[in-house]
């Protein structure tokens, strides 16, 4: 089993930029591929960015447009996904997830996740 915890979202003006967390517990953090994912009301789960076990290669989403950019440190246990010049669009809950796949985009290949951080952007 691994617990996920996310921290970091909150409200900020278009054109900021956040910092997103999750801290991981249970096995082996450096077993699994990471990834974020998010999701806006009445919309499907869309993938964001994802990170190899090693710190490694990371994959993007369509909408990361170059903005969002996902790192890990395995020794602490925990991954971030950046997000700069954030655009109104970019609101939504931002989920970490954690799965044996590595780099996929296709949110069932996750096996463990976490319950979401708020991120709402104002124009």
């Known amino acids: 089993q691994v617990q996920l915890v996310e921290s970091g979202g909150g409200l900020v003006t278009a054109g900021g930029s956040l910092r997103l967390s999750c801290a991981a517990s249970?096995?082996?953090?450096?077993?699994?591929?990471m990834a974020w994912f998010r999701q806006a009301p009445g919309t499907e789960r869309e993938f964001v960015a994802a990170?190899?076990?090693?710190?490694?290669?990371?994959y993007y989403g369509g909408s990361a447009e170059g903005r969002f950019r996902i790192s890990r440190d395995n020794a602490k246990n925990t991954k971030s996904l950046q997000i700069d010049s954030l655009k109104p669009e970019d609101t939504a809950v931002y989920y970490c997830?954690?799965?044996?796949?590595?780099?996929?985009?296709?949110?069932?290949?996750?096996?463990?996740w976490g319950q979401g951080t708020q991120v709402t952007v104002s124009s």
């Open positions: 249970g096995r082996t953090f450096g077993d699994y591929g």
């Open positions: 990170i190899s076990r090693s710190v490694g290669t990371s």
């Open positions: 997830a954690a799965g044996l796949k590595i780099g996929s985009s296709y949110w069932l290949d996750y096996n463990y």
